[in-house]
Nanobody, 113 residues
Framework: QVQLVESGGGLVQAGGSLRLSCAAS????????MGWYRQALGKERELVASINTYGSTNYRDSVKGRFTISRDYAKNTMYLQMNSLKPEDTGVYYC???????WGQGTQGTVSS
């Protein structure tokens, strides 16, 4: 079983930046593509960005040009650099490897106006 541990969340003002990390350990053989999801209070969890084995990335429209997803394959770690943050980016951010079961505990990112 794979373990995913997110970190890097915090409280920032609008226009600020956060860099999230997701460290994978355990049975990482199930990991191919990975993604960052977020869940705002009272809303469904949504995919923010994804990256496949070859480094190809996809972003939801609302974060394009502001967020950058990346992976360090040697360290089994994924990152999400979030710039020009907006209050609507607030939520709990989770990483997920679709080929593996389970979710990490998430990390809270809060953007104040």
């Amino acid at each position: 079983q794979v373990q995913l541990v997110e970190s890097g969340g915090g409280l920032v003002q609008a226009g600020g930046s956060l860099r999230l990390s997701c460290a994978a350990s355990g049975d990482t053989i199930c990991i191919s593509a990975m993604g960052w999801y977020r869940q705002a209070l009272g809303k469904e969890r949504e995919l923010v960005a994804s990256i496949n084995t070859y480094g190809s990335t996809n972003y939801r429209d609302s974060v394009k040009g502001r967020f950058t997803i990346s992976r360090d394959y040697a360290k089994n770690t994924m990152y999400l650099q979030m710039n020009s943050l907006k209050p609507e980016d607030t939520g709990v951010y989770y990483c997920k490897a679709p080929g593996c079961s389970g979710w990490g505990q998430g990390t809270q990112g809060t953007v104040s106006s």
